[in-house]
């Protein structure tokens, strides 16, 4: 059994140092800590010093920490807290290749069309699971579109006037190296459903979206 826990319920009280000597007595084989407490979400940096601290009180017992990594050296000085391993949700969800750049420790500077490639590799994979038919296009779309409105705070490498891209700073509007790369940086609802429609053709005349993840993630 694996446990994934926050700091704590309110911003400054942390609280995950007294549970997880308990989740190790009761059988749990490994623990994530998110450096945030539930009251806090996305408004502030993850805590990376109350991960170390708690990774001293986790042994034996390995403790994974997860939080604000969004490229190569993140991920080093996660793994230079102490931590067994790390976990990436945001990160891989605004930017998928990132296990690319940990592994070969490089900002890869990728193309509009491979980003687009990948799009074409997850319908496929919709597709596959849900099928060709109507039904089955519609749900691969709703879930490329919630997936869309990560991606697009995807800013390019080679348009970054400093490396790296903070997880917390608000994309500013740019005009891409081509239109396709400009299109996919837009925050405009109508703008994904353009690059679905690239994918899995037009939608329904009735159709509307409305995005489920517009938590605060920016400070």
């Known amino acids: 059994m694996t446990v994934k826990i926050r700091t704590g319920v309110q911003e400054k009280t942390n609280l995950a140092h007294k549970l997880i000597p308990n989740l190790r007595e009761w059988g749990a084989s490994l623990v994530t800590l998110h450096g ?29 920490g997860n939080g604000d990594i969004f490229s ?6 996660a793994m230079a807290s102490g931590v067994s391993g790390i976990m990436i949700a945001r990160g891989a969800l605004i930017k998928p290749w990132i296990f690319t750049e940990i592994k070969e420790q490089r900002h890869w500077d990728i193309s509009s069309r491979e980003r687009l490639d990948i799009l074409q590799d997850y319908t496929n994979y919709g597709l596959e699971h849900w099928g060709s038919d109507t039904q089955g296009v519609e749900k691969t779309r709703k879930f490329l579109l919630e997936w869309l409105s990560f991606l697009c ?35 405009n609802v109508d703008d994904w459903v353009k690059i679905s429609e690239m994918l899995l053709g037009r939608v329904p005349a009735d159709f509307s979206f409305l995005p489920k993840h517009k938590a605060n993630s920016y400070k």
């Open 36 to 64: 945030r407490s539930r009251e806090q979400r996305y408004t502030k940096m993850a805590d990376w010093e109350y991960i170390a601290e708690c990774v001293k009180v986790a042994s034996p017992m390995p403790l994974f």
């Open 72 to 77: 190569f050296e993140d991920a080093n000085r």
């Open 153 to 187: 705070r995807y800013i390019p490498v080679g348009l970054l006037e400093r490396l790296p891209q903070r997880i917390n700073e608000r994309p500013p509007y740019y005009l891409g190296r081509d239109p396709l790369e400009t299109l996919m940086a837009s925050q």
